[in-house]
């Protein structure tokens, strides 16, 4: 088995997942926005990643009325799931859905924004790199106050952007990531 072959796989569990390195939240956000009960009917559906090194499909992304799970290339549905709870809020604001996930007493924030032909973008602040970081993290400081929290090996820096401001990095471009087709 390549790990080449697992680069698209790995690219969107950590579009879900924590890394050592987040932007985090004290609450779920958009804050004042009310949380879903459920994933609405048009959003629910099968999504397909590419594996961008070598253009083949990459491991499958199933949206229920309840919350997500993976399924690999062999139909096995071992990858991760999450379930709408108190640790997986979603809420739907100006078009996007944001999807929060606790970490501790730490929000981490994924948008997913689907176009018109069902195609969605999963998006994150991507802040693995270390000088990207620093260059976020300095234009970030002139907008609102950037806390830094260290819990063992991960580092979070916490911000608290009303709606507007919010928005305003969403239309800046801090929130990058990948696309996937919809293929039922």
């Not at 099968?46 to 499909?57: A, I």
């Not at 499958?60 to 991760?80: A, R, V």
């Not at 606790?102 to 973008?121: C, F, M, P, Y």
Request: glycine share 6%.
């Amino acid at each position: 088995m390549k790990i080449e072959k697992y680069t698209a796989l790995f690219l969107l569990l950590g579009l879900f997942f924590t890394s050592c390195k987040e932007v985090s939240f004290k609450e779920p956000q958009p804050a004042g926005v009310v949380a879903l009960k459920t994933i609405p009917e048009k959003l629910q559906g099968w999504y397909l990643g590419r594996d961008e090194n070598n253009k083949e499909d990459s491991d499958t992304l199933i949206i229920e009325s309840w919350g997500y799970h993976f399924k690999d290339k062999d139909d096995k549905d071992w990858l991760g799931r999450g379930t709408l709870s108190d640790s997986l809020v979603i809420k739907f604001y100006q078009d996007y859905y944001f999807v929060n996930f606790r970490s501790d007493n730490q929000w981490i924030l994924r948008l997913v924004h689907q176009k018109a032909n069902g195609t969605l973008e999963f998006l994150s602040i991507d802040i693995a790199d270390d000088a990207k970081r620093k260059e976020i993290l300095r234009k970030m400081s002139k907008k609102f106050k950037v806390t830094e929290i260290k819990k063992e090996s991960d580092t979070f820096y916490q911000i608290a952007p009303t709606k507007d401001q919010l928005m305003q990095l969403i239309r800046e471009g801090y929130f990058t990531g990948i696309e996937l087709g919809k293929i039922k």
